[in-house]
């Protein structure tokens, strides 16, 4: 199991995993992210070096990203001048995802951070 896999797990489900072991106590009482710091050192996962690859990630891909929203935004305006509708569709579409993309990294290195 990954740390992407109890991410994913919910909060009772987590609950579940944590009556599994019996050094973790007060399962009931923890939160989603108290659960996971507990569960992650009996699952063999690396908290840290799981922070240290999310930080590398996002630093990465937040300029390409950006980059990539840009020409699209290009993409879009050229395409708004010609007035062809399915093109901007699919430009707005694109850029859509990417900002969605770009905010979950964000949120992913805010959560990090806030652990690490």
């Not at 699952?43 to 300029?63: P, S, W």
């Not at 305006?77 to 699919?90: F, M, S, Y």
């Not at 579409?93 to 992913?108: D, G, N, S, Y």
């Amino acid at each position: 199991m990954e740390l992407r896999d109890l991410q994913r797990m919910t909060v009772v489900k987590l609950r579940e995993e944590g009556l599994k072991h019996e050094g973790i106590v007060g399962v009931h009482v923890m939160n989603k992210q108290q659960l996971i710091e507990a569960l992650a050192p009996r699952l063999g996962i690396d908290l840290e070096a799981a922070v240290r690859a999310v930080r590398e990630r996002f630093a990465g891909d937040k300029t390409a990203r950006k980059l990539d929203i840009r020409a699209l935004k290009g993409e879009r305006d050229v395409a708004l001048a010609a007035h062809d509708a399915a093109t901007v569709a699919q430009a707005r579409q694109r850029i859509k995802k990417h900002k969605r993309v770009l905010r979950r990294l964000a949120e992913q290195a805010r959560t990090t951070a806030v652990r690490g």
